[in-house]
């Protein structure tokens, strides 16, 4: 069609870089879709220290401006721990409609996140917690503190702020961090402020990582911060059928909140 489309901004994890295709194939569907590289690409920052969300405002007004994307508000897409960075702008940034995470935090990781005169400092971490199984992969699922206590809790992001809806897609068997988790303490901390009750779509023995429909579970990889191989989590079976309903799932629900138009997709599972 000739458009305009509804508008997505698309954020990986801590690879970094700029990985394209779920933009791509995402566009396929009626959506006008922006991959954002926010860090180690080009002339951008090359570790993940501390990051300026002044950055991703001026990727949000870019696509409110475009004349292909049609407003009044655009959707966000993250994995990992683009998942939080777009809690982050939901919370803070104006033109935000809906937000789509897959298996995201709730409280900001990893880096130092500053936005005006506002710092939100990074969830504290133990990695004496970290396990190794016999084939000398890290299990961290136990890693992280936890953000509803002491000083952590200055790391939990204030997404009651946010004027948008939300999806959680959780994988029960994320190995990475408690996915499941963050979803039921984020949706506890939206409903306490009054706000709607986000959506959340748990899928058993699915993983961390959570691809696009047909892409090969990755059990295990290097994780930069981490600094060795660590374990993702999923059973090959059910994480790639959990691929398949969840990648329906977000393309209703963007359909849904970005045109008011039902996008005729059904649930297989």
Known sequence: GNGPFPGIIDLYGTGGGLPEYRACLLANYGFAVLALAYYSYEDLPKDMKEFHLEYFEEAVNYMLQHTQVKG???????????????ISMASFLQG?????????????????????????????HNVKRIKVNKSGISD???????????????????????????????????????????????????????????????????????????????????????????????????HCEAQIDAWQRIQAFFHKHLSGEPSGISSKL
Not at 72 to 86: A, E, N
Not at 205 to 233: I, N, Q
């Open 96 to 124: 935000i409609t809906a937000t789509a995470l897959i298996n995201g935090s709730v409280a900001n990781v990893g880096a130092v996140l500053r936005y005006k005169d506002i710092t939100i400092p990074p969830l504290g």
């Open 140 to 238: 961290v699922t136990d890693v992280l503190n936890n953000p509803l206590e002491g000083p952590d809790r200055q790391s939990f992001i204030p997404l009651e702020k946010a004027e948008c809806r939300f999806l959680f897609i959780v994988g029960q068997d994320d190995r990475n961090w408690k996915s499941e988790f963050f979803a039921t303490e984020g949706s506890k901390r939206l409903q306490a402020h009054g706000k709607e009750t986000p959506e959340i779509v748990c899928y058993p023995k699915a993983g961390h990582y959570l691809e696009p429909p047909f892409f090969p579970m990755c059990a295990a990889s290097m994780h930069l911060l981490v600094g060795r191989p660590v374990m993702w989590g999923g059973e090959p079976k059910a």
């Open 72 to 86: 009044p508000g655009i959707g966000l897409l993250g994995i990992s721990k683009g998942g939080d960075l777009c």
